[in-house]
């Protein structure tokens, strides 16, 4: 069963740091840009970053310079480094892995919260 699972998220103040980390089982991981989304209720699911396997990265601006996306092939495990969180980054983060030719095959975590507060 191929499947994502997130972890990291919490509670944090502003210009705080978190790390999200998201494992992959039962699929080709090397064959999967990894990436994360988050979404804010009432709003659309929207890209934060991802990355391919060989390291091509991209992110939206409004994360440029603040979070980091890395990938590690040998533990299948992708994680998004969050640094200077401020409260309009507080969102439900969602991991995703999407088949470089196979669009069919396309696999959503559950989600984790991340709450940046004063």
């Known amino acids: 069963q191929k499947q994502v699972v997130e972890s990291g998220g919490g509670l944090v103040q502003p210009g705080g740091s978190l790390r999200l980390s998201c494992a992959a089982s039962?699929?080709?991981?090397?064959?999967?840009?990894m990436g994360w989304y988050r979404q804010a209720p009432g709003k659309q699911r929207e890209l934060v970053a991802d990355?391919?396997?060989?390291?091509?990265?991209n992110y939206q601006d409004f994360v440029t310079g603040r979070f980091t996306i890395s990938r590690d092939d040998a533990k299948n495990t992708v994680y998004l480094q969050m640094n200077s969180l401020q409260p309009e980054d507080t969102d439900v983060y969602y991991c995703n892995a999407r088949h470089l030719w196979l669009p069919a095959y396309n696999y959503w975590g559950q989600g984790t919260q991340v709450t940046v507060y004063s």
């Open positions: 990355i391919r396997s060989g390291g091509t990265t």
């Open positions: 039962g699929m080709i991981f090397s064959r999967y840009t």
